[in-house]
């Protein structure tokens, strides 16, 4: 398969034909068409998993409740595709580093454990009494268990987690620091202290019943595509959404939906954005500001005697 970036002008909606295009592609890509197509058909179901995608919610159990970034994140978990050692022998860490996180992700699923080697600047094959007992080694040189970190993926399975995290009690710490941290700890600090949770308040039902959605610097096309569903639905009865984004998304423009017949065998496509806004970096703190002036101002006259 070719890795040489490829970048093409697009004036079409979002999803649509594209968006099939590319999630056929990829399950065929991963040697295993038959076993990835029962798979999607069991992601967000009661008796099958949470998609490894994104976060967003279930509102509904459909029958695809997957979208295009979903199914190349289970083709990817479940692909045939092996690095064996002998990639690692012919590429040194330098070398892999000039390369895209595409390249990286398609070369498959590791088969041996590996260990760097800082004078080679290659990984190198390690058998796993070695490597184990390498691990130890290190954990019981430590002067105290909070000097380990156990940094893990937020996209790790609810059941290699759980082991995680007790062989972390075991040894004495609750040290564990996931990939959600990097993204969402200064938000979620700053949450706590203005509205008394770290977290969004929303639910996706209020989706069905607010009058005005604001975007801030979301990227739902790109990285959580099931949004669209709500935003298009929301948009249909008439909620006014206002993004604002330095980045002009095709998703907060305009929206094809694939599980929609019409608008998979007509040219029609569902609007998005009302008002679409592109502030300068920071220039969005400076609309919030002026939204909620014009807000107190709204209040106060309401409040006047008459």
């Known amino acids: ?5 490829s970048i093409k002008p697009y004036t079409g909606p979002a999803g649509g034909w594209g968006s099939l295009e590319a999630t056929t592609r990829f399950v065929l890509d991963s040697k295993q068409t038959l076993k990835n197509m029962r798979n ?17 919610g279930d509102d509904n159990h459909s029958t695809f409740s997957f979208c295009e970034n979903g199914a190349k994140a289970v083709s990817w978990e479940a692909t045939r595709s092996a690095v064996e050692p002998e990639f690692f022998a012919a590429h040194s860490v330098s070398t892999l580093q000039q390369q895209s996180d595409y390249f990286l992700e398609y070369q498959g699923r590791l088969t041996h454990p590996m260990r ?25 040189g430590m002067d105290n268990p909070n000097q380990i970190e156990l940094y893990t993926s937020g996209r790790a399975s609810n059941e290699a987690s759980y082991l995680y995290q ?6 004495g710490t609750s040290n564990f620091p996931d990939c959600s941290n990097m993204c969402h700890e200064a938000s979620g600090v700053g949450l706590k202290q203005s509205i008394g949770v770290g977290k969004g308040t929303i639910r996706i039902d ?16 790109t990285n959580h595509p099931r949004m669209l569903h709500s935003l298009k639905n929301a948009a249909r009865r008439g909620a006014r959404i206002v993004s604002f984004n330095t980045l002009r998304e095709r998703g907060l423009e305009r929206f094809a939906d694939p599980q929609d017949p019409v608008q998979m065998l007509t040219p029609k496509s569902s609007p998005i954005s009302s008002s679409y806004y592109q502030p300068n970096l920071g220039g969005d703190m400076a609309a ?19």
């Open 1 to 5: 398969m070719k890795f040489k970036p």
């Open 166 to 171: 007790l062989f972390g009690r075991m040894l």
């Open 40 to 56: 999607l058909m069991r992601v967000n179901k009661a008796r099958g998993f949470d998609c490894p995608g994104c976060a967003w």
């Open 116 to 140: 760097y080697n800082a004078e080679t600047d290659h990984y190198e094959p390690i058998h796993w009494p070695d490597a184990l007992a390498l691990i130890a080694k290190h954990i019981n």
């Open 206 to 221: 209020d989706f069905e019943k607010a009058d005005a959605i604001f975007v801030f610097g979301q990227n739902p096309g």
């Open 288 to 306: 919030v500001r002026g939204m909620v002036k014009a807000l107190l101002e709204t209040h106060r006259q309401r409040l006047a005697p008459r």
